[in-house]
C-alpha cells in the first residue's frame, strides 16, 4: 500500500536558520517522490521531484530508498519560505495514483 | 491558457442534498485527480482517472461518484451530502508522462450543514 508521513504539523524556524521539513513513505517498488508547496491565496504548486535532482528557490531534496524517506532542506530560510508543503507519491506508471502527505505548514519568523 | 478550472468555487448544501463539482483541463493531459483538503489531514485523494473512460476509487471514494465525460472533463457528484463532506476539493491533472507534474485547480469550497 502507498503511504506517505509527514510528522511534523508546523514548523516554525527563525529567518536565516536551516530548515528540514520531514518526509516518510511506503511503497513496494519504485516511487516517484515530489514536494508541493501552497502558499497563501495560490495554487498547489510543484516545487521540485526527485528525479530531476534540482534545486529549487535554494530548496533541495535527496530519496533515501534504505531509509524511505524524501526530506526537504534548506539552509538558509526566507521569510517568503512561509507556506504549507506537501510530500507526494506516484508510483512508477502513467497510470498510477498521486498521494499525499499531512501536509507541514513552515511559519519563518523574522 | 487556463490550465484547471473548477466550478462552483464556494458552495453551500444542506445535509441530503445533492451536488456535482465540475472540472475542465485545457492541457490535453491523460489523467485527473480529485482531492479533499481537510485540516491536519492533508490533501486526501477521492477518485482518480488514469485516462479517458476509466475511473479508479483512491483513499476516500465513500460518498462520492464521478464521471469523466471526455478528455477534458472530469466531474465528482455528492448524491447525498453529510457534514463529514465539508471540505475544500481540489481538481488536478497530469500529462502522461510517468515524471509528469500536477496542474491544480483554485479548489472548491464545500460547506454541508
Known amino acids: 500500500a502507498q503511504r506517505v508521513t509527514q510528522p511534523e504539523k508546523l514548523l516554525s524556524v527563525f529567518k536565516g536558520a536551516p530548515v528540514e521539513l520531514k518526509c516518510n513513505y511506503s511503497?513496494?517498488?519504485?516511487?516517484?517522490l515530489f514536494w508541493y508547496v501552497q502558499y497563501s491565496r495560490q495554487r498547489l504548486q510543484l516545487l521540485l521531484r526527485?528525479?530531476s535532482r534540482e534545486s529549487i528557490k535554494g530548496f533541495t531534496a535527496d530519496l533515501n530508498k534504505g531509509e524511505t524517506s524524501f526530506h526537504l532542506k534548506k539552509p538558509f530560510a526566507q521569510e517568503e519560505d512561509s507556506a504549507m508543503y506537501y510530500c507526494?507519491?506516484?508510483?512508477?506508471?502513467?497510470?498510477?495514483?498521486?498521494?499525499f502527505g499531512s501536509g507541514t505548514r513552515l511559519s519563518i519568523r523574522p | 491558457n487556463a490550465g484547471v478550472t473548477q466550478t462552483p468555487k464556494f458552495q453551500v448544501l444542506k445535509t441530503g442534498q445533492s451536488m456535482t463539482l465540475q472540472c475542465a483541463q485545457d492541457m490535453n493531459h491523460n489523467s485527473m485527480y480529485w482531492y479533499r483538503q481537510d485540516p491536519g489531514m492533508g490533501l486526501r485523494l477521492i477518485y482518480y482517472?488514469?485516462?479517458?473512460?476509466?475511473?479508479d476509487k483512491g483513499e476516500v471514494p465513500n460518498g462520492y461518484n464521478v464521471s469523466r465525460l471526455n478528455k477534458r472533463e472530469f466531474s465528482l457528484r455528492l448524491e447525498s451530502a453529510a457534514p463529514s463532506q465539508t471540505s475544500v476539493y481540489f481538481c488536478a491533472s497530469i500529462s502522461g508522462q510517468a515524471t509528469g507534474e500536477l496542474f491544480f485547480g483554485e479548489g472548491s469550497r464545500l460547506t454541508v450543514l
Open positions: 526527485h528525479i
Open positions: 482517472s488514469a485516462s479517458e473512460g476509466t475511473t
Open positions: 507526494a507519491l506516484k508510483g512508477y506508471s502513467s497510470a498510477s495514483k498521486i498521494i
Open positions: 511503497y513496494s517498488g519504485s516511487p516517484e
